[in-house]
């Protein structure tokens, strides 16, 4: 079922009043549950029982490790492996087929179109990371969960099962335990995320989907202004997009009385890569880091094991988001680049003591931020791309002077939206930034009570548009690919 859907703009009111008006507070769990899986089976039923499967191993392998005393480093193997291999079967192996049968195909004893008629599962790259944390986190001395229903409620949560944000167990469960009462001020927030996300997908996102979907497909006719417009309409079209599905998961549980993480914070402002990583996709980068990176070793083996588990970190993390080669050397891009600023940093630091001009810092400031969105901009095209070829072709239009196959061109109307976004974006998030940082002063409490007044009017404002642009049938998130 799509956020943008008119399912669902069914689905949760209804699942909204049952929950608030009828069912008492002990069964609300037991009720979300319950909706959680028609969520999901809306669908593709028989992918139900994926989830359901893996809910029950997990469930009892986080028993079994919590009552163990010997072997439970092995437990947690068979565990852990249980859960890749699920996830490898669906999502990799056509690649590891298609990979080898490259391999094979000069010997001219395979056929490269025998490859597996598998369907991703909705959410299962999400969910897989949520079981993993859980028995990682019960190995490492955190409490089981023993109540099953609870248990299967957290990765089945119906806001954040398809796309994230990853949730954390501990956090989740506990506010399962705590019954949560319904609260106006959570509520209206709530609903504030959903309107604001259905803005970002249907406003902006599913209208730089077609600039962005007509440059790539046909690259090696584009102009240089071209290749530009189309990287820049995927960078905005996946940040609105993917925001947009958070906003709206975000929201939609704030609206039962949950409350889960935030997952992007202004990302493009962000000053350099490691900051970037800090603001986009939060949760992920966070269960990289803590299941990945630091188990690998992190910082504590010296400078050069510290950026080769970085850069492994992010050639995995690219493979998760996408089972094609072209994903790890996306991870590998991010990766090295961030190894690279770990390098670097000891050499700036004392430049940036010795110019202590706030002139000099403040220009030195703008040139992070610039550079930093242009570096995650070109590393884009390998995500969107369909292949390493098609990326290729990409980066020598973006240079001024590549010749043209010619015959086709974006239309002007197309260029002014990118370059509306990109100028709109950056112009809103730089005044939010502001008006956070002046919050206390007395003028903006001053203000404060015209504010509350023009809220409302603002929140109705984009309802309006989302209503009026959203008629058309649904468009996919692109992140339900991963």
């Not at 704030?254 to 990583?277: C, H, I, K, S, T």
């Not at 239009?397 to 002007?412: Q, R, V």
Request: glycine share 10%; charged share 10%.
């Amino acid at each position: 079922m799509l956020f943008n859907s008119g399912a669902y703009l069914v689905f949760l009111p209804s699942v909204l009043l049952v929950y608030w008006l009828v069912v008492p507070a002990r069964l609300r769990p037991a009720f979300l549950l319950f909706a959680s899986y028609i969520f999901y089976a809306y669908w593709r039923r028989q992918y139900l029982l994926l989830i359901l499967l893996m809910t029950v191993w997990n469930y009892f392998a986080g028993l079994w490790l919590a009552r163990v005393r010997t072997g439970r480093r092995w437990w947690l193997a068979l565990t852990v492996a249980g859960n890749l291999a699920t996830l490898g079967v669906f999502k990799y192996a056509n690649l590891a087929l298609s990979t080898l049968y490259e391999i094979f195909a000069p010997f001219g004893s395979v056929q490269q179109d025998r490859l597996l008629n598998i369907i991703l599962p909705l959410g299962i790259s999400f969910f897989t990371f949520e079981f993993i944390h859980y028995v990682v986190d019960v190995y490492r001395g955190h409490p089981p969960v023993k109540n099953p229903l609870v248990f299967a409620l957290f990765p089945a949560f119906f806001p954040t099962q398809i796309a994230g944000p990853i949730k954390r167990y501990q956090d989740f469960t506990a506010q399962v335990y705590a019954r949560p009462r319904f609260n106006m001020t959570l509520f209206r927030d709530g609903l504030e995320l959903v309107i604001l996300g259905l803005f970002k997908k249907v406003a902006i996102a599913d209208h730089l989907s077609g600039t962005a979907d007509l440059a790539f497909s046909h690259a090696s006719g584009l102009s240089a202004v071209d290749a530009w417009a189309g990287m820049l309409a995927f960078t905005f079209q996946l940040y609105f997009d993917f925001s947009g599905y958070t906003d709206i998961g975000r929201g939609s549980a704030q609206m039962l009385g949950f409350r889960v993480p935030e997952n992007f914070r202004m990302p493009y402002l962000a000053p350099n890569l490691q900051e970037f990583w800090r603001r986009w996709h939060i949760t992920l980068s966070n269960w990289l880091r803590d299941y990945l990176y630091i188990p690998l070793g992190g910082n504590r083996q010296g400078g050069f094991r510290t950026q080769l588990n970085m850069f492994i970190t992010m050639v995995l993390g690219g493979l998760w988001h996408g089972a094609a080669w072209h994903f790890a050397v996306w991870g590998a891009y991010h990766g090295g680049g961030l190894a690279g600023l770990r390098s670097w940093r000891p050499v700036v630091k004392p430049l940036g003591r010795a110019l202590r001009s706030p002139l000099v810092l403040r220009v030195l400031a703008v040139t992070g931020v610039l550079a930093t969105f242009l570096t995650v901009a070109l590393g884009w095209v390998l995500f969107r791309a369909a292949d390493l070829g098609g990326a290729l072709t990409i980066y020598r239009h973006l240079l001024p002077g590549t010749p043209s196959a010619g015959g086709f061109e974006l239309s002007a109307g197309m260029r002014r939206g990118v370059i509306g976004v990109t100028a709109g974006t950056f112009a809103v998030e730089l005044a939010v930034t502001w008006l956070r940082s002046v919050h206390a002063h007395p003028l903006a409490q001053t203000l404060s009570p015209l504010r509350e007044w023009a809220r409302p009017i603002a929140w109705a404002a984009l309802a309006s548009i989302v209503l009026l642009l959203g008629g058309g049938a649904a468009q996919r998130f692109l992140y339900f690919q991963f």
